[in-house]
């Protein structure tokens, strides 16, 4: 029976595959979002901009600033940006008119839809050399990877 103890002392050679194996395959989903940004009038961190927003809602400038690792003043840039475009339109908060959110429009949320439709339609054409049970195990030990590093 295998022993499903948690070994804290993963061997180094182990431990360097993966980090090579997650950087690569990072580095071609990257690659491959931005092939597919080019057909639409979005820049790289727009779309991480617009993903944020269709993730979590309206946020303040501040709070987008943040999960974006940006400065203040670049995000601002990036806002005026995306609102002459149509894409976002800041809004003042109901409760305090001193807040200002950032709001996905209509046009934002249609482009951010296409662009992951078209994304998770390339890791399906790849997930297709997998079997169920490969596929099964793959969401269940990313999803546990991705736990233990938020925890971190």
């Known amino acids: 029976m295998a022993d499903d103890r948690i070994n ?3 061997n180094q050679e182990d431990v360097a595959f993966l980090e ?3 950087r690569h395959i990072s580095g071609i989903i990257k690659q491959r979002g931005r092939q597919i940004l080019n057909a639409y009038t979005i820049t ?4 991480v901009a617009l993903q944020w927003l269709l993730e979590l809602g309206d946020m303040t400038i501040g709070d987008l600033s943040t999960k974006m690792y940006l400065a ?17 339109q800041r809004v003042r908060d109901e409760q305090d008119r001193r807040v200002v959110r950032i709001h996905l429009l209509a046009e934002g949320e249609r482009i951010i839809e296409e662009v992951i439709d078209k994304r998770q339609q390339y890791l399906k054409d790849i997930l297709g050399q997998f079997n169920e049970k490969e596929v099964a195990n793959l969401s269940i030990l ?4 991705h736990q233990e590093m938020k925890k971190n």
């Open 20 to 22: 090579k194996e997650l």
């Open 8 to 10: 804290t002392e993963h």
């Open 72 to 88: 203040f003043s670049t995000t601002t840039d990036l806002i005026d940006r995306m609102e002459r475009s149509e894409l976002v």
């Open 44 to 47: 790289p961190p727009q779309f």
């Open 142 to 145: 990313l999803e546990k990877l």
